[in-house]
């Protein structure tokens, strides 16, 4: 993947709306495939809240400071935490917000992460007024926090959806990912986390709840995002969930 064009200028902050950026960082292998990255940020009362850190830029670094003071570092769930002791260790001062099983998961793998308090339903107190948060309940173990920026009414995702283009991973993985769901036009879930839920009735409570929100944007961590039409992409997204029966 890495000899592909991913989502050019990297490292380099992109607005999205009112005081929300994202950055595209370099490709992480995961599943032998190089996964391509991204961050978003948001500033509130001039504090920037960084979630699913990528991997340190110092130019990146360099625009981020000229934005304000890093407030919070999210780690959304027990797969996006690897840079955040990285981060941490530059920017002592910022809380350390992570989804259940993220301590425990880098124990796993032997990889430092810095004290934290664990996400729930409950945003980090003075950001009522622009974010909202849910756990989405239900997985064997990845359990994710999902996110909306209510000025740019934007959702932010990390894993629930991946949306990889097929002219980007190339021919051969274009395939295997058609067969995973999670091929631009048609992202969703991958389809080992779909089969890995022990209570899709959890999750489905969850979801139902962030589609009310209906957000016009959506963030996501891999491939193409949201940038119109992002309640539509969600029902679409979760229709594996039956988000739309009344069960």
């Not at 500033?43 to 000229?66: F, K, M, Q």
């Not at 064997?140 to 934007?154: D, N």
């Not at 899709?200 to 491939?223: D, F, Y």
């Not at 039409?229 to 009344?246: D, H, M, P, S, V």
């Amino acid at each position: 993947m890495a000899e592909q064009k991913l989502y050019e200028p990297l490292n380099t902050l992109k607005p999205v709306g009112p005081e929300i950026w994202i950055a595209d960082g370099p490709p992480v292998p995961f599943y032998g495939i190089g996964f391509p990255t991204r961050m978003t940020v948001v500033r509130i009362n001039g504090r920037l809240w960084v979630h699913s850190p990528i991997t340190l830029d110092e130019g990146l670094l360099n625009e981020l400071a000229d934005l304000g003071p890093i407030g919070w570092l999210i780690a959304p769930n027990p797969i996006h935490y690897v840079s955040v002791h990285l981060w941490h260790e530059r920017f002592p001062q910022a809380q350390v917000l992570a989804a259940p099983g993220v301590k425990e998961r880098a124990a796993k793998y032997n990889i430092p992460f810095p004290k934290h308090d664990v996400m729930g339903d409950d945003v980090p107190e003075g950001t009522e007024d622009v974010l909202r948060q849910r756990l989405v309940k239900g997985h064997r173990f990845l359990h994710e926090v999902v996110f909306y920026h209510i000025p740019s009414k934007t959702l932010i995702l990390t894993d629930l959806i991946e949306n990889f283009e097929a002219e980007k991973v190339g021919r051969f993985k274009a395939i295997l990912m058609r067969l995973a769901g999670i091929l631009d036009p048609d992202g969703k879930a991958p389809a080992d986390m779909r089969g890995t839920f022990k209570s899709k009735a959890k999750a489905r409570k969850a979801i139902r709840e962030v589609i009310g929100w209906a957000p016009e944007k959506v963030i996501l961590s891999h491939g193409r995002w949201y940038d119109h039409n992002g309640t539509a992409e969600l029902k679409r997204a979760f229709r594996w969930l039956r988000i739309e029966n009344g069960k």
